[in-house]
C-alpha cells in the first residue's frame, strides 16, 4: 500500500493535512509536499498558523490524498516533529529550492506547450518556513465502494 501512496504523491506538489487541538477543534489546510523518504513524509508550512499551533500541542496528525484514476483514498497517520533548525534543516532548504526551481520550470513549460495560463508562473516560497516530519504509523485505503484496508507501520 505504501508504494501506491509513495507513486502517488510523487506526481504532487500539495496535500491536505489535518490536525486538531487538544479540545478537539479540527484543522484541515494544504502544505506543500517535499518528499517521501525512510518511512517518513515531508511537508513545508510558510504560512505558521493553525497547523503549527495545533502540532506544537498534539503531534498527531492525519495526511489524506486521492488517486483520480483509480477512486482509490488514502490516509497516513502519523506523529510530526518540527524542524525549523539545525543541519537536517539546511539540508531539507537545499532541496526544496531544488523542488522550487522544478516546479516553476514545469509551470513554465506546460504553458509554452499547451496554452495553460498560470496567475503566477513562478513559485517563490517565502524565507520563513517550518518542516513537518511525519513519521508514518499507519496508513489506509479507501476503495471506490467504500471498502477499506489498514496497514499499521509502526506503534506509536
Not at 50 to 79: A, C
Not at 86 to 98: D, S, T
Not at 128 to 149: H, M, S, T, W
Request: aromatic share 8%.
Amino acid at each position: 500500500m505504501l508504494d501506491k501512496i509513495k507513486r502517488i504523491l510523487t506526481k504532487r506538489e500539495f496535500i491536505s493535512v489535518a490536525t486538531s487541538d487538544f479540545s478537539g477543534r479540527p484543522n484541515a489546510a494544504p502544505k506543500f509536499f517535499l518528499k517521501l523518504e525512510h518511512g517518513f513524509v515531508y511537508l513545508v508550512d510558510y504560512t505558521i498558523g493553525r497547523t503549527w499551533e495545533n502540532l506544537k500541542s498534539n503531534p498527531r496528525v492525519s495526511l489524506s490524498l486521492m488517486d483520480t484514476d483509480s477512486l482509490y483514498g488514502y490516509q497516513i497517520n502519523g506523529s510530526v516533529e518540527i524542524i525549523d533548525k539545525g543541519e537536517e534543516y539546511h539540508k531539507i532548504m537545499n532541496e526544496l529550492l531544488q523542488k522550487e526551481i522544478d516546479l516553476s520550470v514545469k509551470r513554465i513549460t506546460e504553458a509554452v506547450v499547451s496554452g495553460k495560463v498560470h496567475e503566477s508562473f513562478e513559485v517563490a516560497i517565502p524565507k520563513r518556513i517550518i518542516v513537518f516530519k511525519v513519521k508514518i504509523e499507519e496508513v489506509a485505503e479507501i476503495g471506490p465502494r467504500g471498502e477499506l484496508k489498514r496497514e499499521k507501520l509502526c506503534e506509536n
